[in-house]
């Protein structure tokens, strides 16, 4: 018998069962993408058949941080960039939970930088939504590490000299099994890419473009967009690593010249989970780790039985 | 200093064997009937360099190294890098000979491998002087032609231990024994002839002129040799811990490599994982969900666990981590013990303090506060943290197997079960209210689990109303913050009032005089508190455990016995004196301190000397190696 009744519960829900009924005010500004994101998951969470209870949502530190307090399943608001590698265990600690991990680029791509490379790495069966909106918005319109090249702000007063990170190639690289690209102003194919992303038996990213209409007014609203599922002028494979690869620089290439690339970039069903990969070396057990304390016929190995190696 | 004891020292470069073939002479003086207690000496390099271990072996029980040591297996340093007295770092393959010299009690016995230290070298040294001088007994011998005439090379390290089974007239069968446990087939019967050879050897053309021999004694239970970072691993399996994340960094690899080795068959998960953050960031996820996780390091990664330890206080989630403290500043020096995070370990982290502190003084105290911190911090859902060092870490003694057959405790503490949710509090949307302060005993507000019916709620670093929505309210602000900080002053009651003490006691309790200690240090004041009564000073010491909560009272009472009390810790700024004046208020014109911070851990007559100077006010400097720190007024 399963101590996490909510896990597995197939009954029907509705979006509204994820909006907490005491719904905190929403801290967002109007015209927000993030409302977007709150959306599509609120809409692709009961198509998947999910229930609130067996969902973790996990955020990291801004304004895309607040996403669990808006939509009602269990919540882990942790702190800045680390999101990641507090998803990962709990999904580790209990295989059956639906870990849904979301922060924003300066949060995933910026100060979890390394976290979001070796999750992808390693292909946890997560999905991480990132909140990409090329600004801090929190903390008042600095320059992120998706910002483009010349981006003036508070702390690059003369236009920043970098170049952006290259969120879906470098996604590519690490070892994702899923990567794509939606936008706060395509809510179908954003509903879409999340329930597939949930859907997808390992590490699941979606590089979120959320426009941020009160610190990035000289960024475009990513309008118009372009899928490139259905586009004519684009045609690759999204299981070929190659295509995939050329697909996503780019769509990284123009983002900032004013073309708004979105869709599904790479999508590799074969590699294992790396809850699989982990059994296989027989490191992880088949049953949720986190059942066996709630088991009461398990029996505990002692420190006692370990000791002829001392002796 | 004892005449019925052993302390053997055996030298050389890392990579040469020194670590495994000490291990297996204490194992075999052990089984001899013998207490045994191992100190390790290594530079931070994986081949040459000088290293040794030293075994003190006794027939009564031995918590400390002692001073110095009287029997020396010098083997050369095979892995030297640049052979000349001229180079940085010296003549590297002699400091196996000559590094050790110092420390050689009089009368004691050298042994050293002539196949790979020359004849001139010894020469410079002075060797035959100083031996004539000091009493001390030479015995050279070509371990590595009689190595690499059976076998290989490699194998010195077995002709050494012949050689010194023959000096100490020992009988050769628990050493056999060992090896034909360790190794088999061509190796063994190598390893075996060469002991036998080296053995015969020195029975047959050696003549003895050294009176030490191996004492003789005998154990009435089966006794186990585990080492510090063993006991905290075994107290961790025997709490029900299943899920440890690490990134390796000395001392503290070594309580993640044993868990890392014995979690596949336990169904447990390990997990190497990228940085520290993330090392203490997955303990915390993986707790969150509902499985006893432990996460650790060392000084500088412990830097690095400090966000993810405030958020596991903030969100209130059980947590255990370990703190293997080595010689700093930043890198300091690797290998070497020292006592000089305390500070770091209690107040890292932004905001007020919300965490358990212990530091063990024994490898028994450390197996029995692992456990003991498994069960405070998920009870009380509070991180708890262990802070050792490397001398616990790395020294090994014999531990009486029945210390060991205790039931596991895999108790989830103050975490609820579906049933019990469903009668528990919830907002008027379903919401679980885990963080409620009308209903928590002790301030403890039990928890969900992701994944059970009736249970979500939000947990978040930021301040937060019961069902963790984000709250900047006053009222609530303050209520939250005093729940979380009445969980400490419930843990201090259970600790002073349900628990048997973590301190440890020794001497006599009406004794004028006290010597106060905390971790690792614990071993050798007890052993000098007793030298000290034996020469007629009235002195007791306590070594303590609980650093946070700070044992008020037991340490108020401590120190109001006694008039005056020297406060022996390894660091430089007297950390742990800081914090008994800053908790106590008072006893600042009372307490002296003794520091050590030179890498290597107190000998009990550097303890005995600090007292007989500074107390007993006998006229002359102490050693050079150890710092006083006069108490407050003086």
Not at chain 1, 199 to 220: I, M, S, Y
Not at chain 2, 316 to 332: D, H, N
């Amino acid at each position: 018998m399963s101590a996490f009744n909510a896990i597995g519960d197939e009954r029907e829900t509705d979006r509204d069962e994820y909006t907490p009924g005491v719904e905190p005010q929403p801290t967002w500004c109007p015209g927000c993408g993030d409302f977007s994101v709150l959306k599509s998951l609120k809409q692709a969470l009961p198509e998947v058949g999910r229930n609130p209870e067996e969902v973790l949502t996990v955020t990291g530190i801004g304004c895309s941080g607040k996403l669990n307090s808006y939509l009602d399943t269990y919540g882990f608001h942790t702190i800045h960039g680390r999101a990641l590698p507090v998803a990962r265990a709990a999904k580790l600690a209990n295989p059956d939970l639906e870990v849904i991990a979301a922060g924003g680029d300066g949060d995933g791509y910026g100060i979890g930088g390394n976290h979001f490379i070796h999750s992808a790495r390693e292909n946890h069966d997560i999905t991480y939504i990132v909140f990409n909106n090329e600004i801090f918005g929190l903390t008042k319109g600095q320059t992120s590490p998706t910002s483009p090249k010349g981006h003036k702000s508070k702390t690059q007063p003369s236009g920043s000299a970098k170049t952006p990170i290259r969120p879906l190639s470098q996604s590519l690289t690490a070892g994702a099994s899923y990567v794509a690209r939606t936008a706060a102003v395509n809510p179908n194919q954003a509903k879409e890419i999340i329930a597939e992303a949930i859907e997808h038996d390992g590490f699941a990213h979606v590089d979120f473009l959320t426009q941020c209409p009160t610190w990035n007014k000289d960024a475009r609203q990513y309008v118009p967009y372009v899928d490139v599922q259905d586009s004519d002028d684009y045609d690759f494979d999204v299981t070929d690593r190659e295509e995939a690869a050329e697909m996503m620089r780019e769509t990284e290439n123009v983002l900032n010249e004013g073309t708004v690339l979105t869709g599904r970039y790479y999508v590799d069903e074969d590699r294992p989970s790396y809850t699989e990969e982990k059994r296989a070396v027989g490191e992880m057990p088949d049953e949720p780790l986190a059942e066996r304390y709630f088991d009461d016929d398990a029996e505990w190995e002692r420190s006692y039985d370990l000791l002829d190696r001392h002796k | 200093m004892s005449d019925d004891e052993l302390i053997w020292r055996i030298a050389g470069g890392s990579g040469d064997g020194i670590d495994s073939t000490s291990q297996n002479f204490a194992k075999a003086l052990m089984r001899s009937g013998l207490d045994v207690f191992t100190h390790r000496h290594y530079p931070s390099r994986i081949r040459g360099g000088h290293t040794y271990v030293e075994i003190r072996a006794a027939d009564h029980e031995v918590q400390s190294r002692g001073d110095g040591y009287n029997f020396l297996l010098a083997l050369g340093d095979s892995f030297a890098r640049n052979p000349s007295e001229d180079a940085y770092y010296g003549n590297e393959e002699l400091k196996p000979l000559s590094e050790n010299l110092d420390d050689l009690r009089e009368g004691g016995v050298i042994v050293y491998d002539e196949g790979l230290i020359s004849e001139e070298d010894v020469e410079e040294l002075n060797l035959e002087e100083r031996a004539e001088e000091n009493g001390w007994h030479v015995y050279p011998m070509d371990l590595r032609g009689l190595a690499k005439e059976h076998g290989r090379e490699v194998m010195r390290n077995t002709a050494g231990v012949g050689v010194t089974a023959a000096l100490l007239d020992m009988d050769l069968e628990h050493i056999e024994d060992l090896m034909s446990d360790a190794m088999g087939g061509d190796v063994l019967e190598s390893n075996l002839e060469i002991l036998h050879e080296a053995y015969e050897i020195v029975e047959e053309e050696y003549e003895f002129e050294h009176d030490l021999r191996a004492p003789e004694g005998s154990h009435e239970t089966e006794q186990a040799l585990l080492s510090g970072s063993n006991a905290i691993a075994y107290g961790a399996i025997d709490a029900g811990c299943r899920f440890i994340s690490g990134y390796p960094m000395t001392p503290w690899t070594d309580v993640f490599t044993i868990l890392s080795q014995n979690f596949p068959d336990m169904g447990g998960v390990s997990e190497q994982v990228e940085d520290e953050i993330a090392a203490a960031a997955l303990a915390v996820g993986a707790s969150h969900a509902g499985v006893k996780a432990m996460s650790g390091s060392s000084g500088g990664g412990f830097a690095l666990m400090s966000e993810p330890l405030g958020l596991a206080e903030m969100t209130e989630t059980p947590l255990v981590l370990v703190e293997a403290m080595r010689a700093g500043p930043s890198t300091g020096m690797p290998t070497k013990p020292e006592q000089g995070d305390l500070e770091h370990v209690l107040y890292t982290s932004q905001g007020d303090s919300q965490r358990v502190v212990f530091a063990p003084g024994t490898i028994e105290e450390a197996y029995e506060q692992t456990r003991l911190a498994f069960d405070i911090a998920w009870d009380y859902q509070i991180p708890v943290i262990l802070i050792y060092d490397q001398k616990l870490s790395g020294e090994n003694k014999n531990v009486d197997v029945e210390f060991f057959d205790r039931e596991p405790s895999p108790d989830l503490g103050s975490t609820l079960t579906e049933e019990e949710l469903r009668e528990a509090a919830h907002d008027n949307s379903g919401k679980f209210k885990r963080f409620d302060y009308e209903n928590a005993e002790d301030g403890v507000a039990p928890r969900s689990l992701p994944g059970q019916q009736n249970g979500r709620y939000l947990a978040t670093g930021n301040e937060h109303s019961p069902v963790g929505h984000i709250s900047e309210d006053p009222d609530n602000r303050v209520y939250q913050m005093d729940r979380r900080l009445e969980k400490l002053e419930s843990i201090r009651e259970e600790l002073d009032e349900e628990r048997e003490s973590t301190q440890t006691y020794f001497g006599d309790e009406e004794a004028d005089y006290g010597i106060i200690t905390w971790g690792s240090s614990q071993g050798a004041v007890e052993e000098a508190v007793g030298r000290l009564n034996e020469q007629g000073h009235s002195v007791k010491g306590i070594g303590v455990s609980d650093m946070m909560p700070f044992p008020e009272a037991e340490m108020t009472e401590f120190l109001e016995s006694v008039d005056e009390a020297i406060v022996v810790e390894m660091n430089a700024t007297a950390q742990f004196r800081g914090l008994v004046q800053k908790e106590l208020g008072r006893f600042g014109e009372k307490m002296t301190s003794l520091l050590k911070y030179n890498g290597n851990p107190f000998e009990p007559a550097e303890i005995v000397e600090g007292f007989e100077v500074n107390i007993a006010d006998e006229d002359r400097e102490p050693t050079a190696q150890v710092r006083i720190e006069p108490a407050a007024g003086d």
